[in-house]
């Protein structure tokens, strides 16, 4: 059976959507301001460690916890989905398998609580 580390294409594969997804975020309106002063290289690196780990690849994640490396900004909760859809958006526009589009974005929701303790920007 595959893990999705080998599905979104490997190292490759996974590298391409780490790369656009840091693009994108970097040059946000929304939320590109909490990277004015962020190494962009090892921000990818560490984006890109963290989600191998998680897809099941053999990489391990060296950075720092998800609350440690947060704690200095006040993310709220609209900033967290933000981020969420927009790699969202990259995985549709890279073409990764559904499951895996699904799996990742279902992660991402286990770390919210690490990230900010604010709800999402729904409207109820």
């Known amino acids: 059976m595959n893990t999705?580390?080998?599905l979104i294409?490997?190292?490759?594969?996974?590298?391409?959507?780490?790369?656009?997804?840091?693009?994108?975020?970097?040059?946000?309106?929304m939320i590109g301001f909490f990277f004015r002063r962020v190494n962009r290289e090892r921000l990818e690196e560490m984006e890109f460690q963290h989600a191998a780990a998680h897809l099941g690849g053999p990489i391990t994640?060296?950075?720092?916890?998800?609350?440690?490396?947060h704690k200095a900004h006040r993310v709220m909760g609209g900033h967290?989905?933000?981020?969420?859809k927009i790699l969202s958006n990259v995985l549709v526009r890279q073409g990764v398998d559904e499951g895996?589009?699904?799996?990742?974005?279902?992660?991402?929701?286990?770390?919210r609580p690490e990230v900010t303790d604010l709800p999402g920007s729904e409207c109820i």
């Open 9 to 29: 294409g490997g190292e490759e594969g996974l590298r391409s959507v780490i790369r656009e997804f840091i693009d994108k975020i970097f040059s946000d309106v």
């Open 61 to 69: 994640y060296t950075g720092r916890s998800m609350r440690e490396a």
């Open 80 to 84: 967290f989905e933000r981020r969420k």
């Open 100 to 111: 895996v589009r699904e799996r990742w974005l279902l992660h991402l929701e286990t770390l």
């Open 4 to 6: 999705d580390f080998e």
